[in-house]
């Protein structure tokens, strides 16, 4: 099937899906920022913790229950379990390290070392529970789980699916943050940190309350991740550098700028790959070097990211 632009279809299908899929990674990784000022090493292995989370309870909770199973049934417990260990981070390392004046270097280097921790622990439960319930917890691909809309193949379903999370996520954070109380609360902690404690803001609990949002927002995205990569206790991991990348093009200290980022990446990524790269006959292992191109050019022209620049040019226009 061609489009008008000479794309075929399942391409540009997988195209947008990756993009939605790192839309939701960077509206994470961004969040994260604003809250320590560090891109955490940790956030890709949040990520798995949701993938393993949602396959675990198809398999130990839904499957027995004798429940129709899909991804979407799991999305509460995700987001909660998720979340949870989010937060756990937060309160348990970034706290107490950002409390006594941790510099930036030493909250990357323990975000660093939050990584291997975290990654050791989904590596023995997924051993255990492949020795004591012999079930396979490496290699497994959630794909078959996915809900597919009547008429549609899984990868038409999955573009739908992962559209509609990403604009319901978008628009629920944007209504939390400027419609809420709440979010006047949190956006008034996130600009000044210090004036707010002044006037009695809780901005400890309004941080850990932004590190749910955090855990809940990029659980949900592995789950995606593991429909189109096995599902390792690397699976997260090997694509920080990519999620690294959507909120660094969008802006990292704007939460939307993950959305203009998400799609530059996950756009010139697998459109570069099909479209640049194999016609050169270069290996698809090299696809990287296309939104990392993209990233060092527009980094040189607008080191405040996408978003910045959106926003200067919004600010002038009202002058």
Avoid: C
């Avoid at 909770?61 to 199973?69: F, H, N, R, S, Y």
């Avoid at 699916?161 to 109380?181: P, S």
């Avoid at 607008?302 to 009202?318: M, N, T």
Wanted: glycine residues 8%.
């Amino acid at each position: 099937m061609e489009l008008v632009l000479g794309i075929d279809y399942p391409t540009l299908a997988r195209a947008i899906i990756f993009s939605n899929i790192y839309v939701l990674l960077g509206l994470g990784l961004n969040l994260t920022y604003i809250t320590t000022k560090i891109p955490s090493f940790a956030h890709g292995d949040l990520a798995t913790v949701g993938a393993y989370v949602s396959y675990l309870t198809i398999i130990f909770l839904i499957q027995p229950l004798g429940i129709a199973a899909n991804v979407y049934v799991t999305f509460p417990l995700v987001a909660l379990a998720t979340g949870a260990v989010a937060v756990l981070t937060y309160l348990a390392v970034f706290r107490p390290m950002i409390r006594r004046g941790a510099s930036t270097t030493p909250l990357m280097i323990a975000s660093f070392g939050l990584h291997f921790v975290m990654f050791a622990s989904i590596a023995i439960i997924a051993d255990y529970v492949q020795n004591a319930y012999g079930v396979l917890s490496r290699n497994v691909l959630l794909t078959r789980w996915e809900y597919i809309w009547p008429g549609t193949d899984f990868l038409t379903s999955a573009l739908i699916n992962t559209t509609i999370v990403v604009i319901v996520t978008t628009v629920l954070l944007y209504l939390l943050l400027y419609k809420t109380r709440y979010g006047i609360i949190m956006r008034a902690s996130i600009d000044n940190l210090y004036l707010a404690r002044a006037v009695g803001i809780n901005v400890e609990r309004v941080f850990a309350i932004a590190w749910l949002l955090i855990g809940a927002v990029t659980g949900i995205a592995g789950v995606y991740m593991a429909m189109f990569f096995p599902m390792t206790e690397e699976l997260g991991w090997l694509r920080l550098a990519v999620i690294f990348v959507v909120s660094v093009v969008g802006g990292l200290s704007n939460i939307y700028g993950a959305v203009l980022g998400g799609y530059v990446v996950g756009l010139s990524l697998v459109l570069g790959a099909a479209y640049i790269l194999t016609p050169l006959g270069v290996p698809t292992e090299f696809q990287l070097v296309i939104p990392f191109a993209f990233v060092i050019a527009i980094l040189l022209f607008a080191p405040q990211g996408l978003a910045g620049v959106i926003s200067s040019l919004a600010q002038r226009g009202r002058r």
